[in-house]
């Protein structure tokens, strides 16, 4: 399978237009999310850069992957703090 690249994308634009999409409420939710990863992006730790984010109908939310799930031995554990949180059903 070819592997697809993508260079050159207007990240914050392309997720701007998702939130207009699909998020209804609490909009300025992605203000927060847009400062965040600026800030990551340059940021000298690889790992500041393995973002997760997510918008739904009631705001939108950016995480750091290893705030979600702490890899140790070869398996995923959770974190107690934001597992639930990422895992609850859309409002």
């Known amino acids: 399978m070819a592997r697809v690249r993508f260079e050159d ?3 914050l634009g392309a997720l701007s237009r998702i939130v207009d999409l699909h ?8 203000d927060l ?6 800030k990551l992006a340059v940021s ?9 984010w997510m918008s739904r ?10 705030e979600v799930m ?10 107690r703090q934001m ?3 990422w895992l609850m059903p859309s409002l």
Do not use: A, M, W
Not at 57 to 66: I, N
Not at 70 to 79: A, Q, V
């Open 9 to 11: 994308v207007d990240l």
């Open 23 to 30: 998020t209804q409420h609490y909009k300025e939710d992605f």
């Open 33 to 38: 999310d847009k400062e965040l990863i600026s």
């Open 44 to 52: 000298d730790r690889s790992e500041d850069k393995q973002l997760l």
């Open 57 to 66: 109908p009631c705001g939108t939310y950016t995480l750091r992957e290893r």
């Open 70 to 79: 702490k890899i140790k031995c070869g398996g995923f554990t959770r974190n």
């Open 83 to 85: 597992i639930p949180f």
